[in-house]
């Protein structure tokens, strides 16, 4: 027995012998070929992911989303090649199918904080560039090689279909730029998938003429920017706190927003492709009657009363058509003379709570060609509110003017005629093609001294100009 298990340990020291003397002239030979080379560097050494950023990212593009996603979990070096751009091919109709994988695949990475692109190309020449932001917002840009676009209508259905995933149920915001008629189908489809969305913008189609959105109770916030074809536009949400219009001044209807807050509605662009009517402007002006933050331009109270006298009725009738919740006040013209003036001073008396009013020249901004005055809004507030004195304005804001009379001229009319507190002004003249900030204060001057003091004199102390 002793002898057997003495035999057995020379055996098993023999064997250790010879795996040392194999492994001593493994290392021998690699460093033969390389003294710096290592075993372990050697079989640690990544020949693909030393190629070029731009053969990479071809190879990540010919794998499938969900694939090409998961590539960003080998390696540092792998981590943000799939977020360069990511080129898949395909046809129109399989838009959604691709945006879903989109979302799918990065959903389940929860990569949180990172921008992730997608290029899908289809068609001939259509191109759409996606991009997602916290896996809460979305935009979708469609280019379309199309010379003279096709003019279409649009009626968006929002929360009409219950997603089958969660990540369709995660967008709050959808961005959507230079949908044409070809792709509106497809949009309209994937848009009815976003069950909880919140936020949708609507930026330069080409071609729109008619837009109509039904939301439910569920859109938050409405934007609409520089579509130049609109002529109508109507809007249901019944929750929408915030609409953001810019173009053409169209038919617009907006039905039933009693929790409206936030109004932008910047037509300086002038009326659309027709005839412009007072009727709907005052809908219009109804519907964002209890807004705090409202955006208007001067001229669509420069409009002749003869033009008015159809509605006149309506809102003579009312007799309680005051912006008492407004609080903000931003108002756009082409310039500020005394019946602009005029203009601007009978509107502010309809809002009596007002405290901040910001107002923009714009030359380029539209011009009513009428060379009468306007007096129905004059003469209106001067029947609801003839006593109205702002007590509340702390601060008017000028944009714009390239002549400091205007701005004293302004100035001089509030203070006669609708404050009756002193407000910081803050002017931002243009000077060869740069603003400077200039804060000042308007400041009552009493009667007895105003009778000694020159008629040039202005009513604006400065303070100080950055």
């Known amino acids: 027995m002793g002898k057997k298990l003495r035999k057995k340990k020379k055996n098993n020291k023999n064997k250790s012998r010879k795996k040392k ?31 070029p950023d731009e053969i990479l990212c071809r190879i ?19 981590r943000n090649l799939w977020s360069k751009v990511l080129v898949l091919h395909g046809r129109i109709e399989e838009i959604v199918q691709v945006i879903t994988a989109f979302l799918d695949a990065f959903e389940e990475l929860d990569l949180l904080g990172q921008c992730r692109w997608l290029q899908y190309q289809f068609g001939q020449s259509g191109i759409l560039l996606a991009r997602i932001q916290d896996n809460k917002e979305l935009h979708l840009d469609f280019h379309e090689n199309q010379e003279t676009p096709k003019n279409f209508d649009w009626h968006l259905k929002l929360h009409c279909i219950e997603p089958s995933n969660f990540s369709l149920s995660s967008i709050k915001v959808l961005c959507l730029t230079s949908v044409g008629s070809l792709t509106k189908e497809t949009v309209s489809s994937l848009i009815s998938r976003f069950n909880h969305l919140e936020s949708l913008e609507i930026v330069e189609c080409r071609g729109l003429q008619s837009l109509r959105i ?27 706190q915030k609409i953001q219009f ?59 009363i003869p033009r008015w006298l159809p509605s006149a009725g309506v809102i003579l009738g009312r007799g309680d058509f005051l912006l008492n919740n407004l609080k903000e006040l931003w108002w756009i013209d082409n310039s500020m003379e005394k019946h602009k003036i005029e203009a601007l001073a009978s509107f502010m008396k309809l809002c009596p709570y007002l405290e ?18 306007c007096r129905f809004w004059m003469e209106y507030s001067s029947r609801v509110a003839s006593n109205t004195r702002l007590v509340n304005l702390r601060m008017v804001k000028m944009e714009g003017f390239t002549n400091p009379e205007d701005e004293r001229l302004l100035a001089e009319y509030l203070l006669e005629k609708v404050v009756s507190t002193e407000p910081i002004i803050i002017t931002a003249p243009k000077e060869n093609g740069c603003s400077k900030n200039c804060t000042q204060k308007l400041v009552k001057i009493p009667h007895s001294k105003a009778k000694h003091q020159q008629r040039t004199q202005p009513s604006l102390t400065e303070r100080d100009c950055i």
């Open 60 to 78: 990540i593009s010919l794998l499938p989303t969900r694939s090409a996603a998961q590539t960003s979990l080998l390696s540092t070096r792998w």
């Open 246 to 304: 810019r173009g053409w001044l169209p038919w617009f209807w907006i039905k039933y927003a009693p929790y409206l807050e936030d109004a932008m509605l910047d037509f300086r662009e002038g009326p659309a492709h027709h005839p412009f009517s007072c009727e709907n402007l005052l809908s219009l002006l109804l519907a964002v009657a209890n807004v705090k933050i409202l955006t208007l331009c001067g001229w669509l109270f420069k409009v002749p």
């Open 356 to 373: 901040k009013l910001f107002i923009t020249i714009d030359p380029t901004s539209y011009c009513n060609p009428s060379k009468g005055h």
């Open 214 to 240: 039904d939301a439910g109770s569920k859109l938050r916030s409405l934007t609409v920017l520089d579509c130049p074809q609109l002529n109508d536009v109507y809007v249901f949400s019944y929750k929408l």
């Open 21 to 51: 003397q194999n492994q001593n002239e493994n290392k021998s030979c690699f460093n033969s070929e390389n003294p710096n080379l290592t075993r372990n560097s050697v079989v640690e050494e990544d020949l693909i992911s030393r190629l």
